[in-house]
């Protein structure tokens, strides 16, 4: 049977890709494939986010994409694990800038 991706992206640069998509690729197959991570996936494009307290950046990043196995990557160019980041709070999004723990907790009460 007849690869239909004969031109995939990955072809020749791949070792994982054979006549199909392979599960390290990072460029999806199609447009269903598109649909099909969407499902899986926390964030989407456009969304704010922050790193977590145990990693030292305190900037605010805009979710650029969603690669496979749970990555994605962020305006400022980095490639982050989901459970590196976490969902910016309107007092961060307000701030521009990730709070610290006593911060957040005073933002809640307030």
Request: proline share 3%.
């Amino acid at each position: 049977m007849k690869s239909n991706i004969s031109k995939h992206p990955c072809q020749g640069k791949c070792t994982d890709f054979k006549e199909e998509q392979c599960k390290t690729c990072l460029v999806p197959e199609s447009a269903q494939c598109a649909v099909t991570t969407t499902l899986n996936q926390k964030y989407i494009k456009g969304d704010v986010v922050a790193y977590m307290n145990h990693i030292e950046f305190d900037d605010l990043h805009t979710v650029e994409a969603y690669q496979p196995e749970n990555h994605y990557w962020l305006d400022n160019g980095q490639l982050v694990y989901e459970s590196w980041i976490r969902s910016a709070t309107v007092a961060e999004l307000d701030a521009n800038r990730r709070l610290s723990e006593s911060e957040l907790a005073m933002a809640e009460v307030s």
